[in-house]
């Protein structure tokens, strides 16, 4: 019984192919390749804190453990998800031990540093300061939003990128290198569908290949293709955080791509969305945003296509009416651009709040009492029905010393090319008016 708790536990392949040394990284080069910022770090033996920021199974934890090493200091790593300031506290008493013991530097890595809250943030920003500890976080998240900015100011921030399909395919070579594949052949096809399943996490590559082994071993199989693993991998969404970086780096790229007028692009940004969860009810409001926005009076109908966009999911629901906010994606891309309307009431609202509150002049007010009347409310209004093309030229509708702002300057495209038309020729309707005055 004693030795069957005794015995280690097997190490999942991740974790047995984890690099030791800068050398074994995969990816990242533009961090530790030849003169950049780690890699010179190292050479100079030259420790300082940082935030190593980037999705789930790029290296984070790993570049830390290797950076400890090269710089021969204790490395003391702690989860947010689970420490304190109880941890801290023992992490700065560790600390102190070792320098006073030793004379060696302390590298204090916090994974997930984002879940700390500001006080536990703070609680080791003196021992950082002073130099008892070198500060490494990890975090999927935005530090400007999630690092308070003391801590930001005393460690330089590194972005990691997600690994590319090549740096995937090294990754599967070293595992066939280092024996981890029990003698399987995996077809070019199935290394490529292992590594779009990955989405750039190395760990997921790693852990995706481990089913694929076991499963193997199962059916007794020296060869898998693509349909083998089609069917036995279980696989989980893409990586999507719907309250994170990467949800509303997408919804940009999506507004971007319509705004640019590029249906593809629209359309694959849509369809991601979609793939990693994110809530159709929520694409279809940011549809009938970007219809007003971007598009405006160009072509109303656009409008139009993205409420009934929403209408129709909302009445089909999943995944018939995800067709509609494909279509709609599709019109408002290639629909003609205005943000006329839009930055015409960004204006007026910007004047409106610094400006006082003018009165409106008599002549529009309404006079439903004699005493109104008597005041000269409406009186010499023109009825623009009554008058020439229907409009009152020379007419002014703001209040009194106000002049016109022209805050709406219609685009040369789509509808607003006739509205622009319309409006110059009342303008010079006016001016022939005032000239007759």
């Keep these: 019984m004693n030795d069957l708790f005794a015995r280690e536990p097997e190490k999942p392949l991740a974790e047995t192919l984890r690099p030791t040394t800068l050398a074994d990284v995969i990816g990242q080069q533009h961090l530790i390749g030849p003169n950049k910022p780690l890699k010179l770090a190292i050479d100079a033996q030259t420790p300082h804190s940082m935030i190593l920021w980037g999705p789930p199974g790029v290296g984070k934890t790993t570049l830390a453990r290797i ?41 204090l890595f916090v994974d997930e540093v984002h879940r700390f809250n500001k006080s536990q943030q703070d609680a080791f920003l003196p021992f950082v300061e002073s130099g008892l500890l070198t500060f490494i976080g990890a975090t999927t998240e935005n530090p400007s939003f999630e690092v308070n900015r003391a801590l930001l100011s005393r460690a330089q921030v ?32 199935a ?23 076991t499963a193997a071993r199962a059916r ?28 509303y780096d997408q919804i940009s790229a999506l507004h971007k791509s319509v705004r640019g007028s590029n249906p593809d692009a629209a359309l694959y940004w849509l369809t991601r969305m979609l793939d990693g969860g994110a809530d159709p009810k929520y694409l279809a409001r940011r549809l009938i945003r970007m219809a007003w926005e971007d598009i405006g009076l160009a072509d109303p109908r656009a409008m139009q296509i993205a409420n009934d966009a929403a209408t129709t ?27 006329a309307g839009y930055k015409a009431y960004n204006a007026a609202l910007a004047f409106v709040k610094q400006d006082a509150s003018r009165a409106v002049p008599v002549h529009l007010r309404n006079a439903p009492t004699r005493l ?13 029905h009554d008058e ?12 009194d010393g106000m002049a016109e702002p022209h ?31």
Excluded: C
């Design 191 to 213: 290394i490529t569908m292992l590594s779009g399943y990955a989405d750039g996490d190395a760990r997921r590559f790693l852990n995706l290949l481990e089913q694929s082994r």
């Design 220 to 247: 007794a199989l020296t060869r898998i293709g693509s349909d083998f693993l089609a069917e036995v991998l279980t696989l989980n969404a893409r990586r999507f955080d719907k309250g994170g970086d990467a949800f």
């Design 407 to 437: 805050w709406y300057q219609p685009v040369p495209r789509g509808l607003e090319t006739k509205i622009g038309e319309k409006l110059a020729f009342l303008r010079e309707l006016d001016n022939q008016a005032k000239k007759q005055d």
């Design 67 to 107: 950076l400890a090493a090269s710089f021969d200091a204790e490395f003391i790593p702690i989860s947010a998800v689970f420490a304190g300031i109880k941890d801290i506290r023992e992490a700065v008493e560790r600390a102190h031990a070792v320098l006073s013991g030793s004379g060696r530097r302390t590298i």
């Design 372 to 384: 109104m009347q008597d005041l000269g409310y409406g009186h010499a209004y023109r009825y623009a």
């Design 158 to 189: 590194y972005v990691l990128e997600s690994l590319s399909t090549a740096e995937l395919h090294a990754l599967f070579q070293r595992a066939k290198a280092q024996g981890a594949l029990d003698g399987l052949v995996f077809d070019e096809a």
């Design 388 to 399: 020439p093309d229907a409009y009152a030229a020379g007419e002014h509708y703001l209040p």
């Design 313 to 339: 999911y909302e009445r089909l629901g999943s995944p018939e009416g995800e067709l509609a906010l494909a279509q709609a994606t599709l019109y408002l891309a290639i629909a003609a651009k205005s943000n």
